[in-house]
């Protein structure tokens, strides 16, 4: 397997920004030919990387820095009172751990949240095909986590074990249920997930404080960024 000082990254050319509007962009990606294993993923992890689909990540732009990795150290998180609501809102979902795939019943759900959630964004329409290259990966140690009530499938999460804990990739869930927060619920199990495996973090990708859709991060505390290739405790 290719070890972390053989790697090749490629930039891409400046493209619009995805979070803030009137903002161009620019990704570092890892060399997609590189052969990938889980000691690797995961220290590009702790360097602030993401996967998309079998791609890893990185914002690389000139003169902007909102992109901020974030993980949540989860032996020491403290559940505000809210989040605890929701916790109890949800104590009658049955989880299920389940293998990575593609079918009929999440690729419904899959799509009626893309339709009902980010008509605005890059995901717009959704497809089978986009399905598959967004959320599978041959390579990567990936579980959905699925969350039912009385049979039914409510919400989805999108979850990577990496060495030093587990990576919320991405969730989907019905939007018309909004009084059970399934978002904020998907989280908490996960931070929980983490603790029974003896595992110390949750890594949520990133948080731009300028982009409202990302407010909701920053609610989980304590809560560490990765600034100046370090990771440090957000104030």
Same mark, same amino acid.
């Given at each position: 397997m290719t070890n972390l000082a053989q790697l090749k990254f490629f930039a891409t050319p400046k493209h619009a920004c995805s979070y803030l509007?009137?903002?161009q962009a620019t990704t570092l990606f890892v060399d997609p030919a590189a052969q990938i294993d889980n000691p690797l993923y995961s220290a590009l992890s702790s360097l602030g990387?993401?996967?998309s689909g079998r791609h %890893?990540?990185?914002?690389?732009?000139?003169?902007?820095?909102?992109?901020?990795?974030?993980? %949540?150290?989860? @032996?020491r998180f403290k559940a505000r009172r809210q989040q605890r609501r929701v916790w109890?809102?949800?104590?009658?979902l049955e989880v299920r751990l389940t293998e990575p795939e593609l079918t @009929?019943?999440?690729?419904?759900?899959? @799509?009626h949240y893309i339709t009902a959630r980010h008509q605005d964004g890059d995901m717009y329409p959704p497809s089978p095909e986009q399905f598959r290259s967004f959320l599978l990966c041959e390579w990567s140690d990936t579980r959905f986590v699925e969350f039912r009530s009385?049979?039914?499938?409510l919400a989805v999460a999108v979850m990577d074990r990496v060495q030093d804990g587990l990576s919320a990739i991405y969730t989907f869930f019905d939007p018309d249920l909004k009084q059970r927060s399934l978002g904020v619920q998907a989280v908490l199990w996960q931070i929980e997930h983490a603790l029974d495996l003896g595992l110390p973090h949750l890594y949520l990708g990133y948080w731009i404080k300028q982009c409202q859709k990302m407010n909701y991060k920053s609610s989980y505390r304590p809560l560490e960024m990765f600034l100046g290739e370090r990771w440090i405790e957000a104030p």
């Open positions: 509007e009137a903002r990387f993401r996967r %890893i990540y990185r914002p690389h732009c000139d003169r902007c820095s909102a992109c901020i990795p974030i993980r %949540i150290p989860v @032996a109890l809102r949800n104590a009658d @009929a019943e999440n690729y419904d759900l899959y @799509a009385e049979g039914k499938l």
